[in-house]
Nanobody, 120 residues
Framework: QVHLVESGGGLVQAGGSLRLSCVAS?????MGWYRQAPGKEREFVVA????????YYADSVKGRFTISRDNAKNAVYLQMNTLKPDDTAIYYC????????????????WGQGTQVTVSS
């Protein structure tokens, strides 16, 4: 099972930006992010395939969040702009060996999570 290390969470004011990073212990096909807000179910945010050709965003983050990856470093990044209080959540890096759609059934590994808090 691939080991994932996340970083980059923190506290930011509404309208601000944060960049999350996730490094995998070895190369994987698809990498992405889920999030879980207090009292809510975990939800899909974004995912990207190995070549960067297939990228899927949740409607709630389209136009504000951008995913990228560096295969030489086995890393994926999430640039989050124009953050809103509703973006407050624990963000989990995830990987899949079979699908960039990355439904929960496709997830092979999860990171430990990093807290993102957006104040109003």
């Amino acid at each position: 099972q691939v080991h994932l290390v996340e970083s980059g969470g923190g506290l930011v004011q509404a309208g601000g930006s944060l960049r999350l990073s996730c490094v995998a212990s070895y190369s994987v096909y698809a990498m992405g992010w889920y999030r879980q807000a207090p009292g809510k179910e975990r939800e899909f945010v974004v995912a990207i395939d190995y070549e960067g050709e297939k990228i899927y965003y949740a409607d709630s983050v389209k136009g504000r969040f951008t995913i990228s990856r560096d295969n030489a470093k086995n890393a994926v990044y999430l640039q989050m702009n124009t953050l809103k209080p509703d973006d407050t959540a624990i963000y989990y890096c995830a990987t899949s060996g079979r699908s960039a759609l990355m439904t929960e059934g496709d997830i092979a590994s999860w990171g430990q999570g990093t807290q993102v808090t957006v104040s109003s």
